[in-house]
C-alpha cells in the first residue's frame, strides 16, 4: 500500500471515531474516586438527603380555602352576575370575566353534570348577546354590561 491509501484509511477511521474508541479503551482505569458516577445525567449519587430535608427548608402545604358554591339565580327576571363570581342558572353555572377588546365580553360556563372543575370559556359579542344567545343549551339575553357586571336574563332551555 502507498502512503495516500493509507493516509485515506486513516482519516476513514477518525472521521468514524473508530480510532478514538481504541486510543480511550487503551488508557490505563481511572480509580473509582474519581469516576463521575453519572457521566451526563447532571444528578449524583452521593445527594445529601438530611441536608435536603433540614425543617428550616420546607415549605408548609398553604390551606386552600375551598371554592364558594355558585349563588342560585332566581327562575325569572334579569340576574346581576358579578365579575368572577359564579352564578347557577339550571344546569349550568356562568362567570363573567369581563369585557374584552372588540365589542366582546367573555363568560365561563361550568356543566357541573359533565365537569364540575372545568370551565367552558366563551367570547359573545355584545350586540348578538342584546338580541339573544345560548350556552350549555340554556337561552339568555344580554340586559346591561359593565365593566364589573353583567345583567343576564335567561330566557329556557
Known sequence: MNQN?????????????????VTVSTREPVPAHLRDPSPGFGWSW????????????????QTAK????PAKAPDA?????????AVSF???????RGKADGGLFLVDT??????????YSHRIDIAEARKGFSLAGQRFVLRDIGRNNLKLERLGP
Do not use: C
Request: no cysteine; proline share 14%; aromatic share 6%.
Open 5 to 21: 491509501a493509507i493516509a485515506l484509511i486513516v482519516a476513514a477511521l477518525m472521521s468514524l471515531g473508530l480510532v478514538g474508541v
Open 46 to 61: 452521593n445527594f445529601n438527603f438530611e441536608q435536603a430535608m433540614a425543617p428550616g427548608d420546607r415549605v408548609e402545604p
Open 90 to 96: 339550571g344546569k349550568v353555572v356562568v362567570i363573567y
Open 66 to 69: 375551598p371554592p364558594e358554591p
Open 110 to 119: 361550568i356543566i357541573p353534570a359533565l365537569d364540575p372543575d372545568y370551565p
Open 77 to 85: 327576571g334579569p340576574v346581576n352576575v358579578a365579575i368572577g363570581k
